[in-house]
């Protein structure tokens, strides 16, 4: 096939590369991606600390198997370490949640036994379970996660832990209010009280224990740019304007205006920006405005932040085995995840650290995890402010008041003007209908004007594995497919009339 028509993607994240590269191997000459910043990527994005490799975005591939096409794709480029490959740990389905070795501490400065907290990661577990069986039953109980969660919780912990003493009991409890931070950390929501309960489930899992890239995630783009025709990124060229349905202009329906004045019209333009941008910037960012529909469903559809904090230490203080911290406070048996000061007590959000393995490549490096609005506010301090309160905490949890970090790194994607956040996660009143409607290009159908104007990809626009990079890549190769199939079943080589 040889295509003529003009295609303009807007974005250089995972979405917009894997949308480039499937057209222009399928013959369509005139694909430019426009991209507000100075790199590819977006959210994949490789930094260091020190002499270590860390992720700044994305953190692992989820599901690393076969039907994975991150996985896929890092296998070809020999990108992975051989365990990861290894059909064991293609096989093995955990449901999206390693089985990582935890080290608990609490506030007033105990290790906490394993023993007495199990009881409360397991109740846990199954009540995650089952928020994400009322998808496909419908006629939830509760309009949020969050409420699901402490109301169950709560009756749960009244019946089967009736006869532990009222303080092991409290405790279980407060573990419940740090396991719905790491929720918040997982669906990058601000509470799990604006995760909607009835959507919850439409997120699908894919065999294969998480593996992360030993050389950074940032190779994967840098493979996939290297297979582009040089040329087709212009950077540092931000969009303002998407001018669509334009009737005086017959031939070439999109105009598409940048920041700096330049005005390029194109037959169709791929809109990959992130679910946050689109929210802030929609009525600027499209004439015609967007219809009500899509409009409503861009509302519904929840975005928050969730950030990473990478902490170095000289030496561990966590057991060899321990792949997760948890800190957990002494006085939030309400169970609650979120906190009414965020400025004086934005740091009890922090939900703790996950340890970057192996040693021997990453040395003694944690990686705390903060979600919501707390996280927002971290990212107005000053990195000493973030170390402070960090070495502060950790004195605390371990009752050792010499431990002290050697360096701090933090992410910032609030501030960051071309993502305002991290990832997309299903709202309250959510539903699969507005995923479709994400994705639903214009005009929409049933339109007498040429189809196919605007096109929208992205990890927001996947109906089942959004906020995930195999999410945004699919949606990208979906969009490419749309063009495709149009232009085989009309004239090859021909723009559409
Ligand atoms: C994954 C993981 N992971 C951690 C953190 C973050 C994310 N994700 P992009 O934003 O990449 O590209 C858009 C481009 O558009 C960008 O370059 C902009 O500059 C540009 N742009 C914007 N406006 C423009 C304009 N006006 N003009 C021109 N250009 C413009 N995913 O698979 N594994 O470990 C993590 C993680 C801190 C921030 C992640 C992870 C999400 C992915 O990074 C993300 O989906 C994709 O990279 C997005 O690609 P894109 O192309 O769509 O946009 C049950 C249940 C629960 C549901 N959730 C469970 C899954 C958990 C997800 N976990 C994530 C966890 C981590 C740690």
């Not at 070809?76 to 389905?93: C, I, K, S, V």
């Not at 918040?184 to 699908?204: F, I, R, T, W």
């Not at 990959?272 to 861009?298: C, D, E, M, N, Q």
């Not at 966590?318 to 997760?324: F, K």
């Amino acid at each position: 096939m040889s295509v003529n028509a003009k295609v303009v993607i807007i974005g250089c994240g995972i979405s917009g590369i894997a949308a480039a590269h499937r057209l222009a191997n399928a013959g369509f000459h005139h694909v430019r991606i426009l991209e507000a910043t100075a790199r590819s990527g977006g959210r994949i994005k490789t930094g260091r600390l020190g002499d270590n490799i860390v992720e700044i975005g994305a953190n692992w591939i989820h599901g690393p198997s076969e039907e994975n096409p991150v996985f896929c794709l890092a296998r070809q480029y020999r990108l992975l370490d051989p365990e990861a490959l290894t059909p064991e740990n293609q096989a093995m389905d955990v449901g999206g949640h390693p089985p990582w070795v935890p080290n608990i501490f609490s506030s007033s400065g105990r290790k906490l036994n394993p023993e007495d907290i199990y009881p409360a990661l397991e109740m846990f577990a199954e009540l995650m379970y089952e928020s994400s069986e009322f998808e496909s039953q419908g006629g939830e109980p509760w309009a949020c996660v969050g409420d699901f969660i402490r109301s169950e919780a709560k009756r749960r912990a009244a019946e089967e832990w009736k006869d532990i003493d009222a303080t092991t009991r409290s405790l279980r409890l407060c573990v419940i209010s740090n396991l719905l931070k790491v929720e918040c950390c997982v669906n990058g929501s601000p509470s799990m009280d604006e995760v909607g309960l009835g959507a919850y489930g439409l997120y699908k899992t894919l065999p294969g224990l998480d593996c992360t890239f030993p050389a950074g995630y940032e190779g994967l783009i840098k493979n996939l740019m290297s297979e582009l025709p040089s040329g087709l990124v212009t950077y540092n060229q931000a969009v303002r304007c998407v001018h669509w349905n334009n009737t005086e202009k017959r031939e070439n329906p999109v105009t598409i205006e940048c920041d700096d004045g330049e005005r390029i019209v194109s037959d169709h333009v791929i809109v990959t920006v992130p679910l946050g941008y689109l929210k802030k910037h929609h009525s600027a960012l499209f004439r015609p405005l967007l219809p009500l529909h899509k409009l409503h469903s861009i509302q519904r559809l929840g975005f928050g932040t969730n950030n990473k904090i990478f902490v170095e230490f000289d030496s561990p203080w966590w057991d060899a085995d321990c792949e997760i911290i948890h800190l957990v406070w002494e006085d939030e048996d309400v169970m609650v995840d979120y906190v009414p000061d965020v400025q004086r007590s934005w740091i009890k959000k922090l939900f703790g650290f996950t340890v970057l393995k192996p040693t021997e490549r990453y040395g003694h490096v944690l990686c705390g995890w903060i979600a919501g609005h707390e996280s927002e506010y971290m990212e107005t301090l000053s990195e000493q402010e973030v170390t402070h309160t960090i070495s502060q905490i950790i004195h605390r949890f371990t009752g050792n008041p010499t431990i002290t970090p050697r360096r701090v790194l933090r992410s910032q994607w609030f501030h960051d003007p071309w993502t305002c956040g991290s990832y997309s996660y299903p709202g309250k009143g959510c539903s699969a209908q507005d995923l479709d409607n994400m994705m639903e290009p214009l005009p929409t159908k049933g339109s007498q004007s040429q189809p196919l104007q605007v096109l929208f990809a992205g990890e927001a626009t996947h109906p089942c594995y959004y906020s995930t990079v195999h999410g945004a890549l699919l949606t990208g190769w979906r969009e490419a497919d749309r063009l495709i199939s149009h232009y085989s079943s009309i004239s090859p080589s021909e723009p559409p009339k």
